[in-house]
């Protein structure tokens, strides 16, 4: 049973480009969550996804879109990229909304220059 | 507000010595508190949880209770090894909602032989 799988594990980006990362949560799982994770701090909620519908959003601004789609898989969009956005990103998943068992994959690192 | 406060480190012991990482919390509600550990390279892994008041969470010789008169969730183990060197996130989150994770800043745990 695979856990919860990320890509791209790294990449670089230039201020003011756009970025999409992709989430495919654990078997059996609807509910993906979003977390940034700045170097040398604790992951920071960005967003949850359910039913293909942002259930509920942290600190973080519109540049910041998702998706999910039918098969549960999420993206993380994040537009006008500033050097500040550089970070590791991670995606949990859950059984549902309300669960406290999130499952985190190894995220995503990256690199805005 | 809700929020996590974690001892700072970098912790460094020796093999077998006794491990304490002070976590604190602010919660406008009863939130449930957890650990998770971050190895080099990979995700968040749940080390152990607490739901309620004096709950004691254990795992792989971790323990941790919940101390809602001090707001409290220290993590201690008794002798650690070399392969426990990681990274150490408090955390709390509401039952109710479980939409969204709190987490610390992180304590890097190196133990050396």
């Known amino acids: 049973d695979a856990g919860v799988t990320q890509s791209p594990t790294h990449l670089i980006k230039t201020r003011g480009q756009q970025v999409t990362l992709r989430c495919s949560p654990k078997?059996?799982?609807?509910?993906v969550s979003w977390y940034q994770q700045a170097l040398g701090q604790g992951p920071q909620f960005i967003f949850q996804?359910?039913?293909?519908?942002?259930?509920q959003r942290g600190n973080f601004p519109d540049r910041f879109s998702g998706h999910q789609y039918p098969n549960y898989s999420s993206e993380l969009n994040v537009n006008a990229l500033l050097l500040g956005d550089s970070a590791l990103y991670l995606c949990?998943?859950?059984?549902?909304?309300?669960?406290?068992?999130?499952?985190f994959g190894p995220g995503t690192r990256l690199t805005v220059t | 507000g809700n929020s996590v406060t974690q001892m700072e480190g970098p912790v460094t012991l020796s093999e077998e010595a006794f491990l304490t990482i002070n976590c604190t919390y602010t919660?406008?509600?009863?939130?449930?508190l957890f650990w998770y550990v971050q190895y080099p390279g990979e995700g968040l892994q749940l080390l152990l949880k607490?739901?309620?008041?004096?709950d004691k969470g254990s795992n792989k010789g971790f323990e941790a209770t919940y101390r809602k008169e001090t707001t409290s969730f220290h993590l201690e183990k008794g002798s650690v090894q070399v392969s426990d060197s990681a990274v150490y996130f408090c955390?709390?989150?509401?039952?109710?909602?479980?939409?969204?994770?709190?987490f610390g800043t992180g304590t890097s745990l190196t133990v050396i032989p």
């Open positions: 955390a709390l989150i509401f039952l109710n909602t479980g939409n969204q994770f709190y």
């Open positions: 996804y359910y039913e293909e519908e942002e259930r």
């Open positions: 607490a739901t309620k008041a004096d």
């Open positions: 919660a406008t509600g009863y939130p449930s």
């Open positions: 949990a998943s859950s059984l549902v909304p309300g669960s406290y068992e999130q499952y």
């Open positions: 078997s059996g799982h609807d509910t």
